[in-house]
């Protein structure tokens, strides 16, 4: 069984563009979530998709910042103006049900670098 | 509010020692546990969870840990430590699903096996 993809692998851009992350789960998890990790801090929530719906979004930074998952499947977040503060490894996990106890499985991260 | 609390960021240990890697964690409801390992250049990897049920947990490749409510901890150990082992060890907690399905991670651990 394939694990949670992530795409693109690293990615490079300017202050001021716009880069959009994908994220596979693994096939028949109804939960999403993205997490990030800026440069030597944490690993931190940023957002939970149940199916295609936005369950809590308490963690996404601020409105540059857009994630959709049509379809319930495949999940994209769109960083549109990227700012230099916006580079750290974006990773996306996710789970069968959502019950606290519930395992995230992770997937391999999308390391972004705004210059 | 949950937390965690990696003590140490760095940690190095010669092969065949012990590995022990401390997590204290802060949560007004019973947590939920996790150690997720990082190894270079792949994605979080699940160790271990405590769900409630045996304090001490057992996880892959020979590591363990033991939940003890008394002093918030959830340390994990391995008596032997080999050159695979050299990688980011991360503690998480989740709690109470009210206050959203979302992990809590530590600052991480990076774990250096000398030989």
């Known amino acids: 069984e394939a694990g949670v993809t992530q795409f693109p692998s690293h990615s490079v851009i300017e202050k001021g563009q716009t880069v959009t992350l994908r994220c596979d789960p693994i096939?028949?998890?109804?939960?999403l979530y993205w997490y990030r990790r800026v440069m030597g801090k944490e690993i931190k929530f940023l957002l939970h998709f149940v199916k295609e719906s936005k369950q809590d979004e308490s963690g996404m930074p601020n409105n540059r910042f857009l994630a959709e998952r049509t379809g319930g499947t495949y999940s994209t977040l769109k960083v549109q103006p990227a700012e230099l503060e916006d580079s750290g490894v974006y990773f996306c996990?996710?789970?069968?049900?959502?019950?606290?106890?519930?395992?995230?499985?992770f997937g391999p991260g999308t390391r972004l670098l705004v210059l | 509010a949950q937390s965690v609390t990696q003590l140490g960021s760095h940690v190095s240990v010669s092969e065949g020692a012990l590995v022990l890697l401390r997590c204290n964690y802060s949560s007004s409801v019973p947590p939920y546990l996790f150690w997720y390992v990082q190894y270079p250049n792949q994605g979080l990897q699940l160790l271990l969870k405590?769900?409630?049920?045996?304090?001490l947990v057992k996880g892959i490749n020979g590591f363990e840990a033991e939940f003890k409510k008394s002093e918030t901890s959830f340390h994990l150990t391995k008596p032997s430590a080999h050159m695979s082992d050299a990688a980011e060890y991360f503690c998480a907690v989740n709690s109470f699903k009210a206050a959203g399905n979302k992990l809590t991670f530590g600052g991480g651990t990076r774990v250096l096996v000398k030989p």
């Open positions: 096939s028949g998890h109804d939960n």
């Open positions: 996990a996710s789970s069968q049900g959502d019950s606290v106890r519930e395992t995230q499985y």
């Open positions: 405590y769900t409630s049920a045996a304090t």
